[in-house]
């Protein structure tokens, strides 16, 4: 049993363990971005309240151009992160099959070893 561990399971992670580890840490790398887009977002509100709730005379143009951006960048955050969510969706459902797929893999060689093993002791 012990050479079936040595021989299979050490190995075993290389397959599966670390290539699913390797995909979750380049996802924790990509939600690193996130609150830089949120803080951009963040700021072109601020912008639009700030023009909204000066004193004084208001250019009408530029308080459409404040407007217009903050819009732009809002549907840009959005769909950024609604691609993010859709792609995510993807790549762990793959990621799982992927997985398990290797697990499997995995025990059915293990289960064939010992079916071979238990062989060589008649009843």
Do not use: W
């Not at 803080?39 to 151009?65: F, I, P």
């Not at 289960?111 to 093993?117: E, G, R, S, V």
Request: hydrophobic share 35%.
């Amino acid at each position: 049993s012990s050479g079936i561990n040595a021989e299979y399971g050490e190995a075993q992670p290389q397959y599966d363990a670390h290539v699913l580890s390797e995909n979750v840490r380049e996802y924790l790398g990509m939600l690193g971005s996130v609150p830089d887009m949120l803080h951009v977002h963040k700021g072109a509100s601020q912008k639009v309240k700030d023009y909204t709730n000066r004193d004084g005379e208001k250019d009408a143009e530029e308080e459409q151009n404040i407007a217009l951006r903050y819009s732009t960048i809002s549907a840009a955050v959005l769909a950024e992160i609604t691609h993010f969510h859709k792609q995510r969706n993807v790549d762990f459902n793959a990621m799982m099959r992927q997985f398990l797929s290797s697990q499997l893999d995995f025990h059915k060689t293990i289960c064939t070893k010992l079916q071979a093993a238990l062989a060589q002791y008649p009843e």
